[in-house]
């Protein structure tokens, strides 16, 4: 994955709305809103592959999200660099406590938690998920020692799903951001589905 997007620490992640297939935009934030990745998904898998590529026109990938089951209540996605065909790490939702307020754990390649991502509060993932998610979601993301790494934070638009991501605070660089954007995408995927 290019240098450019390794050392940033700031992006916009989008979900095109006008698209018949999930499709998504990771953008350099506002005044630049310069493309940095893009995924389009292919319908009709029973397992989910997510490709991520460096342009629109999708010649040069660079992320593989790959489901391990075709139904997991608790899934767990292995992120892949494709250029280097390295395992990047793990994301896996914790199924239960998700269907009330999103969590995922972030995993190193052995498998060794790094981070962990929830919803905000409690209150507000319940007053979301009953009044058609008309507030939006925010999530931070912490080190097991319960540390700010980030935080992604939906802005509030009826149609355009987008999330300001913010990893300044991860100062030591312990989460990859590949691994953050893979994620960022699978909450932009896995909230699709629930609204």
Known sequence: MRQEIRERERFLATRVFFSLVPTFRIMSPPPQSRLLLYSRQKLFRLKEDIRVYADV??????????????IDFSAAYDVFDSETKEKVGTLRRKGWRSLVRDKWEVLDREEKLIAVLEEDSLFLALVRRWFMNLIPQTYNLVNPQGVS??????RFNLFVHKFDVDFSQDRNRILDRRLGLALVILLLAIERRQS
């Open 57 to 70: 026109d999708q010649n040069h990938e660079v992320l593989h999200i790959q489901a391990r089951q075709i």
């Open 149 to 154: 790494l980030g935080r992604i934070s939906q």
